[in-house]
Every structure is written in C-alpha cells, then in structure tokens.
C-alpha cells in the first residue's frame, strides 16, 4: 500500500484590532520582537435568527524588521491584517508551573490604519481610515528548499 504523504501546511489569516498597546522589546543578542493580541470578531445569525457576535483572542509575535516597523504603527485599537504561521511555545510560570501557549508567528502585517506624523516634526501619530501598507519578514525564506522559494514566487 502507498504511503500517503501529508502536506506540510501551516498557514493562518486573521484581522482584528489590538487589545492593548503592543510590547517591544530586543532580546539579549539585539533582535527587535514585539507582542500583541488581536480581537477577530465573527457575526452570526443564531437559531432564532437574531444576530450574535464571537470575538477570538488571538496571540501575535513578529521579529527583526517586521518588528521595527511595528513599533512606530500600533497601538491599543489599531486595524491589522496578520499572515503568518501558528507556533506554541512553553515556558514556566511564576510559580514554577509549565505553560504552553499557542500564538501566530507573522510573516506580513498590513496596517488597516492610516499613519501620519504632526505636522510640527514630533512623533506625535494620528491614524484614520484605511491604509493599503503592508510590510514583511522574508527572514523565514532561508529554510526554504529552491521549489519552495519558486513555488512561494508564483503565487
């Protein structure tokens, strides 16, 4: 009997808007990472035909420069489309507890809002409606095979 090969696949979407402002920070060997939640909200019509609302909390971690460009763009309440992957981690709490998380590692975050800086030169930001920039981290594209990489420009 043939071996049946499963495809390698992880990939996620999801848009939302952030729950709190962004964490930053660099880790001991200087790469920018930054932390955030998004809230995906999803409508539905119940049994009774009345409109419901589900939101998801969902993790996001991005690094090197998609972090950087991040820091100046988000905050608590900004519009974001993430593309990425799912990854878990585990780590031990305070009191000595494994915990495991599973959170989107991204790949490119599009800015749903728009960025300006006040017109006196300050970092002062504003945004307002929506904005088609997007930026992202091809760093994962070493650990691609040459068929991979081809496949990934085709599309």
């Known amino acids: 009997m043939a071996e049946l090969k499963m495809p390698e696949l992880n990939s996620v979407i999801v848009a939302g808007n952030l729950t709190k402002d962004p964490v930053f920070r660099t880790t001991s ?22 409109w419901q609302e589900d939101v998801c909390y969902v993790g996001v971690v991005a690094w090197n420069k998609l972090a950087d460009s991040c820091k100046d763009r988000l905050r608590k309440g900004s519009a974001v489309l993430v593309d990425g992957e799912l990854q878990s981690r585990t780590f031990k709490t305070e009191d000595g507890k494994n915990r495991t998380i599973v959170e989107i590692k991204a790949k490119r975050i599009q800015f749903l809002n728009k960025f300006s800086k006040s017109n006196n030169g300050s970092d002062d930001t504003s945004f307002s409606e929506d904005d088609d920039t997007d930026y992202e981290d091809n760093s994962f594209d070493k650990f691609l095979t040459d068929e991979e990489s081809d496949l990934m420009k085709n599309n």
Do not use: G, I, L
């Open 29 to 50: 060997n200087n790469t920018p990472v930054v932390n955030f939640h998004v809230a995906a909200n999803r409508r539905y019509k119940d049994s009774s035909n009345q």
